[in-house]
């Protein structure tokens, strides 16, 4: 088994080897993954962060070894809090743009290495996992108002509904796995939504009872959710009521408190 370490703004990752193939999440700066199988020109990985597995491509790839892939999973991580910011690599003297919620593991007055190069950050960060509740996951979440949908995204350019999710509370210091299913699958069920606080996920479901579609409570009975673009709407017992259209654009199944 080898390793890698995302060293760009974004990897998209693949649910088969193929430029063509459904993109399933995307990997973003900083994120670790272990390589699981390979074709002549792609990877099989799988996600340190969530575990979830896709194909990326081999010109993506940026190898460290074990004993680094280990230590960088060991160090105090960062997360960016800012929707775009550069980032010098001083190894090889250029700057990229990383996204809202790349990470930095390590990060130590702005500095911070992975496998040969050497970094500096100057932007906003927060470390994670820390204490700061719903509050901190709900004004994340709001960075990503009026993100375009795009299936399998996890950046402000594009994200779905469980990546906004996912991201919202990575930002928060809380753990989420990546698709809907799976984080349906976490946390404490509350049985009544008047019984939910703002930060809890609703989960939706489709005809065959299927869970295809997550947001996260807010006040005032709205939730904010990825449908079209990331947007806010309102929510009771029956599911989302789309305010645009006036009519309900999914079916209430499910509310976690995961905090």
Avoid at 106 to 130: C, M, N, R, V, W
Avoid at 150 to 174: E, H, N
Wanted: with cysteine.
């Amino acid at each position: 088994m080898s390793f890698g370490f995302c060293h760009v703004s974004l990897i998209p990752v693949r649910m088969e080897p193929s430029h063509r193939a459904e993109m399933c999440t995307q990997l973003l700066f900083g994120e670790l993954y272990a390589v699981m199988d390979e074709t002549d020109e792609w990877l099989q990985v799988r996600i340190s962060y969530d575990n979830y597995e896709g194909w990326i491509n081999k010109s993506l790839y940026h190898e460290i070894s074990e004993a680094e892939f280990r230590r960088l999973q060991e160090l105090p991580c960062h997360v960016s809090t800012e929707l775009v910011q550069l980032i010098e690599n001083r190894s090889i003297g250029i700057y990229f743009p990383i996204l809202l919620g790349s990470s930095f593991h390590g990060l130590s007055k702005q500095a911070f290495s992975a496998g040969e190069h050497e970094y500096f950050f100057d932007g906003l960060t927060e470390k994670i996992p820390h204490d700061s509740g719903r509050e901190k996951i709900l004004e994340m979440a709001l960075m990503y108002l009026h993100a375009p949908y795009q299936w399998g995204g996890r950046s402000p350019f594009g994200i779905d509904c469980s990546g906004f999710t996912q991201m919202a509370y990575k930002l928060g210091g809380v753990q989420l796995l990546r698709d809907a299913t799976q984080q349906a699958s976490q946390g404490e069920t509350i049985s009544f939504i008047s019984d939910a606080k703002p930060g809890d996920l609703i989960f939706c479901d489709d005809e065959e009872g299927m869970i295809t579609h997550t947001g996260i409570l807010m006040s005032d009975s709205r939730v904010i959710h990825a449908s079209g673009k990331v947007r806010i709407d309102k929510v009771d017992h029956n599911g989302i009521y789309n305010v645009g259209t006036g009519g309900y654009s999914h079916k209430l199944r499910l509310i976690k408190k995961i905090l």
